[in-house]
């Protein structure tokens, strides 16, 4: 459908007709997806070519620098058209990305209940769910019958309308009512009366991911979100977190691999921002590995006795970092999703030092194997100590690696620091420079004279 | 409410009335909650205390363990009224988990059209569109009127009445018609005529993260899902995708880390299985650092001499390691979320070679610096060109580490091999390997002698 369009656009003189008619019975995301591989003059002539009645609509759908591009090619008149018919939170989300002309501008086109309402939501603090709620939805008074529920369905633009919330006359949140049971409802019934369960709702200064775990555990298809005083105040839809959900698990990716979380898309990002998003950690556990060099310094004379101690550092070091973050990735990851608390630690903490016991034994038994098969023909009796050292270290790595995996992401956590940014850079570098200070001690005292 | 409930459980004997009014006017999901922490007896009597109308609904959401005990205890005709009451898909979940008898059992008690569409849904392969969608939608024949809409609509039971799917006689899916526009239309007008787009649908043989995809793009409360001949055979509802949204991103975390994906919540799963979950790619990346090992004991000579060389090591494979875990991340989430896909491979490609490059130089640089200012006090000129071989060598790694990490993801990808399980071993192991040859050929190259 997007090479009709294509093939429409690129013929002399464009088919307005033809063009309008397969633009309105196309999807209104596939249409603003359009958007992105035009040209400045065709963007703005296509957009125009747009019914009235989808324009607003497909607005939301382009991306921002095409939205812009728009916005300044429009008439005063018609800018407030496109963000009249916005929804509020396509409205915030998109004044947001605006330089401050574009914004002025924009602001000073809606009506002023509208304005006030945008720069309401636009003062809640990122992350939150004030920031992404929208206001247009259904709300009842509980005095309403069935019939008027009906009516004000047809008259009202709301974002959803399977789920209608049913208030007092002071706007306290009462509780839900399905379309489904005003549907089988009697005409003349209250909708108060049709109020069966206690209602779930989210609070405007609550984080989004207390949100996306409502949604999680309740299936919603709409979360109800009230002010300090319980007074319904927006809404959440459940397609808004769906790509919260992602974005959250997004951040949580980047962070734990040491990345400064972007929402820009991976292509629509430059080289500097790229570079600037990740030198930082590459930094900070470039240096720390400054410690590993130290103490392999400080055993000189250990490793010019033996050299093979200083080939198995590798080894050891790569499977204590891989344990860790095994650990940590999935501390982190059922932390998200609300499977273990602080509370867990140290159940959390006992089965990680059993698995971590147990594959560490598993590493241990496997590695003695390679080392006694590929034995250098010129073994003498260090060889056996140094298999011995190597084992037992593989097993204190296991547990010290599993230990900071788990303990690390959790406490950070619990003192509010970005689980994945804590534990990351902190598990490698305190992992690096124990297991070597164990392995150079236990080479020491099982090995002797080194 | 929770608390409540746990109190009127405790009393004796139990306020039956009060009970299951508490339990009524709770959430369902939140009444199946509370089952987690009953013992096998206060299971089933608390389960039969529930009113019929939101039994099986309950029963949904209630832990797989719990509800084989609650199916057993449960009379012929009983299991017959929860299993007719359940939506397929959660039929389906729920008969997946249970052992053999259980499911004969089951299935032996519930219509046979019921169990046909059972044995037909469980036949769908794993992750496949089919095996998670519903077979409870709203589908109206195209020369319905609005006024026998509404009729259906209150006579049947469907997941999801906020889409109306329009087929025709032959069940061939012509659109979708969204229940607010039914509202606003007259009582007589035909529901083919109020399809207004081209409808966007799944097959039932798709993999799931295809309707993710388009849950994502589109908005949707739910997706359409027709068979070959472009019947409509199921919908999936959008709060069913949230979950495998954040399955899948939680099996991404999960092999990235190197472990096996398992279902099971954390503190659910054993020991042992957290251990068989682990053990395999610590093994492999254990065993993967012999190549390290081998190159390191073939430039022992050149270690003996200038010891510093050893020291550094550490330093080099974990910037490499986090260079190539960084540009891993990206890539394979931008490919989960359709950002990027095979064609493109040539400009991630050339991207992360900038971003290396840059990275590269800026390691280096403070590396350089951070040499210089804590020189040893007996530098000798070979000092100066260990500096130089360092800085050399760690561009170099960045560069080997970002093209490792972009290309791999996406040639497992394009190759059908999951990019997280084919990219962070091989990454590992080509990287360490190539790092060190490089460093000790550099180190011979440009310090001689040795």
Redesign the interface.
Known sequence: ?KDTIFTLISENPIQIPKLRETL??????DVGDIFEDLDMERTIQIFRLLPKSIAANVFAHIVHEKQQIIIEALTDVEVGGIIEGLFMDDAVDFIEEMPANVVNRVLSNVTPERRDVINRLLKYPEESVGSIMTTEYMSLREDFTVLEA?AR??ENRVK???TCYIVRRDKILLGAVS??SL??AKEHERVGDLV???V?SAQTHDDQEIAAGL???????SLPVVDKENRLVGIIT??????I??EE??E???R????SPSEE???RTG??M??RG??G???V??????F???I??GF?DA??LI??L??????L???G???G??T????I??MA?D??HFK?IL??WW?ET??AF??GL??AG??AL?MIIFAPADTDPTYTAVILTVSVTLVVVALIANTLGCLLPMIGKKIKIDPAVFATPMI?TVK?TVTLMIFFYLARAIIGGI
Chains 1, 2 share one sequence.
């Open positions: 459908m309105t019975a196309m999807n209104i995301v009906f369905m047809r959803g309308i399977h379309l489904k549907l089988l069966r369960t206690h779930i949604f999680r555990k309740y299936d919603f298809l459940v397609d808004d977190m769906v790509e959900v992602e698990a997004t949580d990716f980047e734990m691999a040491g990345i898309p991976y292509l080289v500097f790229h570079s990740r030198i950690w590459l930094m556990l470039m240096l720390a590995a400054t590993t060099e130290m392999i310094g000189e490793l010019l050299p093979i200083g080939t198995l550092i590798p080894l070091m790569d499977s970092g891989n344990a973050s095994q940590a990735t999935l501390v990851r059922s999703l499977e273990i867990d159940k959390v089965l059993r698995v147990l594959c598993l590493l496997i590695n390679r490698t690096d």
